[in-house]
């Protein structure tokens, strides 16, 4: 079946609202709680499940266990009820919410010293999102290079992150993965085989070829035969 981007995103953000703003809600709630939905929908593109292995939000994690969305492992601490977007995620937890946001700090902190051209900032949202007695943080994706239409990354960026994020494990890699076991990884989730809510197709087939010449050359090892 074809990956179609607008149905994937109508329904990411449907179920996303559905849950940061529940029917319990005042109307009081609701009408602010949408408000603010709505402002970060703007900034920080459509509701998503996973990250590319790449992208800033969670490229802080260890070289050879790749994870596609934001926890410990990337460096954040406290993350609780926590929906994501294309460039920033939601996170609800019980509390003050400061070892996020102080967690935010070191994440940007080691995106700095990496060069990574994006950094990551954390605020507390003016509105309720989950549940009463919780601090809504917003941690937004601040790109230093202008996104595509749709909010996706232009094809330079993605490519060069993806190349970045994966020739370092060449030093440990024993066999090479095809296209088809790692392109969710490089991708984004929702994804078709060849474009994702993160980039478009022009970019994911740019990021196919650079990795298949990776892999031609050996880079990683002989390809690992799953059959």
């Known amino acids: 079946m074809a990956f179609r981007a607008d149905e994937a995103a109508a329904d990411r953000l449907a179920k996303t609202k559905n849950y940061l703003i529940p029917r319990t809600f005042s109307a009081e709630q609701r009408t602010r709680a949408e408000e603010v939905f709505a402002e970060v929908v703007e900034q920080c593109g459509p509701a998503v499940d996973d990250y590319p292995s790449w992208h800033p939000l969670v490229s802080t994690h260890g070289e050879r266990h790749p994870h596609t969305t934001p926890g410990r492992h990337s460096g954040y601490l406290g993350l609780d009820h926590t929906r994501y977007f294309a460039h920033g995620f939601v996170t ?24 990574v051209p994006a950094g990551v900032h954390a605020e507390a949202l003016d509105c309720t999102f989950y549940y009463d007695g919780t601090i809504p943080i917003l941690v937004k994706c601040e790109w230093y290079h202008e996104l595509e239409e749709n909010h996706t990354i232009p094809k ?14 060449w030093r440990s890699a024993e066999v090479g ?3 088809e076991t790692m392109h969710p990884y490089f991708l984004g989730s929702p994804h078709g085989k060849r474009s994702s809510l993160f980039v478009t197709q022009e970019t994911a087939l740019a990021m196919k070829k650079v990795y298949a010449a990776m892999n031609e050359a050996g880079v990683f090892g002989p390809m690992l035969d799953r059959a």
Not at 157 to 163: E, F, G, I, K, N
């Open 156 to 169: 330079r960026v993605a490519v060069a992150l993806m190349m970045e994020r994966e020739l370092p494990s």
């Open 92 to 115: 609800c937890p019980y509390g003050d919410g400061q070892d996020v946001i102080a967690s935010v700090k070191g994440v940007n902190k080691r995106l700095m010293e990496q060069n």
């Open 177 to 179: 993965e095809t296209w």
